[in-house]
Each structure stands twice: as structure tokens, then as C-alpha cells.
């Protein structure tokens, strides 16, 4: 087993105890002047035992407290030195300062109960005031250093734990800071694709329409669909940059889109899906009396609507869209069909991150989502977009 270094200052204390004693003991300054071991050179013993328990007082703390116990038995048979008891004092209190902390608890305890039946015992024995007063230095000598060791022990207990609580703190501010930004981040990657994917996959199909078939008629309405789709995209742009750029608060924020501006929606899809043999319809069922949809419910809904017959107009091959909304009182229903197959001529690239966008929407706001083919009542196949929307706003545990 290897034994601890000695920590340097307690070193220095022990070197500066054992001097001190060395002092007092040469100028024959003792604790009395009656002992039971009147040899003169008798308290250097205790001395030399209680300076070397000094040295390793942090580091072995309970094997110093027994040396020094002994030691100031010890130092009791003989002259004395003041030195001895000084330093037996700081022994107790690194053994409760530096010790486990069962010892931490026992010690102060066990110190008291000393002096009280050292107290009690002399008054029985002597029946006169100086069994008081040698309790009370007993008390100074071993349960005060103890409580006083105590007290250091609670306090830096406390200050560690107060730094811990703060590193927590801290740690949980940044890993929120964390959530916020990604949360921020895939919210403005939904808001981008949505926004700007519609028109960029229209000038796509339409430009490579263009350039595919030599034919006059078809090169000018491409042109003209491109120059709309990018007129519109590059306003899109310019609000979402203006959006992010401005951190004064002063801007007026932009209406988000709603379910009242589906029909324009769709008459775009109608132009930009002309070309492809695409019919777009709405079949909304709602009813007029119908209690207004939360901000947040009506602003999926016109996404998942956008990147549906933007997927449309990507991949599907001629025939017709249709878009159908239905509400009861719970629960808002999206569902958009459209044919589904290869299609003929040119395709725009996709990435698949509408359909991941879509989803994320629907569970953040606690719903249903579900894509892929069908099969339609006439037996044909279709490409389905369903997505159940609560009518009343709650956010998914998740």
C-alpha cells in the first residue's frame, strides 16, 4: 500500500509546531510543574508523536487523529508542552474537515460527550470549581476544534454544491439554447422549401419544356410562367431575408398564409400545370359557421396544401388534383390525390424534404400525417397527402 504524500503545508505547520515546542521545552517552559514522569526529556515524546500525526493531518486524517489522541494522553503524564496540546487541536479539526464524512459527523459528537463526562466525572471525584474549569479546557481543546471544523466542512459543502447547481444551470441553458436554434433552424428550412420550392419547380418543368421542344408558341408560355414563378419566388425571398436581417422588432411581420388563399394557390398550379396535362379542383366541405382555426393549424394546413401541388407538378403524369378539406369538431382534415405513375417529358429533381417538412409540421402540432400510393374507388392509383390537424390548437408532447 502506498502512503500519501505529505501535503507541503502541512509540513510547514508540523516544522512550525514542533520548533515552537522545542522552544518552550529548552527555556523549561512547561504545562505544570508536577507530573508523574518527571523525567525532563519526557514530553519531547508526545511532541515528536503529535508533530508527525501534524504531517499527514489532510491526508490521513483519522490514522493522525489517533496518533495525536495518544499523544495528548501521553503529554498528560508528563510536563508538558503547550506546542503538543496546540497542535493536537488542529488535528481534530482536519479530522473533521478532511475525513469521511461519517467521521465529519461523529467526531464533534463524540468530542462533546467527552467533555461533558470529563466535566461530570472530576466533579464527582474532586467536588470543587476546578473540575469546571478543567472541563471547559477540554472543551477548547477537542470539541471546539471540532465544531469549528464542522462549521468549514458545511461551508464548503455548500459553496461546491452552490457550483455544481451553477454548472447544471449552465448546462441547461446552453443544451436549451441548443434545442432553440435546431428548433429555429428546421422551422426556416420549412418556411424556405415552402415558400420558394413551388415556384423554382415550376421554372424547372417550364425551362426544361423550353429547351426540349422546338416550338414557338410553347418556348413564349414557358418564358412567361418562368418570369411570374420568378418574380414571385424572388419576393418570397426578399421577405424571408428581410425577416431574418431585421432584429430591431420595429418591422411589421408579415400575414401568414391561411386557408383563404387556397383558390389563388390552386389557379397557380392550374397555370403552371397547364403545359403538363394537370386539372387542378378544390372540394372544400367546411361550413361557413364554422369557428375560426388557430394561426398555427391554418398555416400547416396551407403548406401541406403548397407542397403537395408542388410534388404534383414535379412528378405527377397528367390527369387531375384535387384538393379536399373537411372539418368536424375536432379535427381538421387535408387530404390532396394526385395521379400516380411515371410521367412523360421533363421532371424537376426533389429531394424529399417536403414530405420530411409536411410531417414535422403535422407532429408539432400533435396530428396525423400519413403519404404514399392508393388505391382509388375506380380502381386506379393515386398518390395520397392526408394529414388530420386538431381544429384546437395543442403542441405534441414530443
Known sequence: MTIPRPHRVDLLIAAGGLACGLVLWGFGIVNRTDALIETRWAPLVPLLVITAAETVRRVLPQTAL??????????????????TVLMFTDVVYAAVVYGSPASARRIPYSTGLISVGVTI???VWWQNAVALLIGVVTGMVAFLPAMTGAVVRNHREAAEAARLRAEQTALLAE??????????RARMARELHDMVANHLSAIAIHSTAALSLDDAATTNQALTVIR???VAGLAEMRRLIGLLRDSSGDAEPAAAPTLAGLDALV?????NGAS????FTIDDTRGEDDEPLPAPVELAAYRIVQESLTNALKHAPAGPVTVFLARDARTLTVRVASPFGDRPGPRAPGSGAGLVGMRERVALLGG???AGPVTAADGTKIWQVRAGLPAEERMSDG
Open 121 to 123: 466525572g472530576l466533579l
Open 228 to 230: 411570374e414563378n420568378s
Open 175 to 184: 443544451m436549451d439554447r441548443s434545442q432553440a436554434v435546431v428548433a429555429e
Open 66 to 83: 489517533v496518533a495525536g489522541t495518544l499523544a495528548i494522553v501521553a503529554n498528560e503524564f508528563t510536563h508538558g508542552t503547550l506546542a
Open 276 to 279: 403538363s396535362g394537370l386539372t
Open 368 to 370: 396525423e400525417f400519413e
Open 267 to 271: 389557379e397557380q398550379a392550374r397555370t
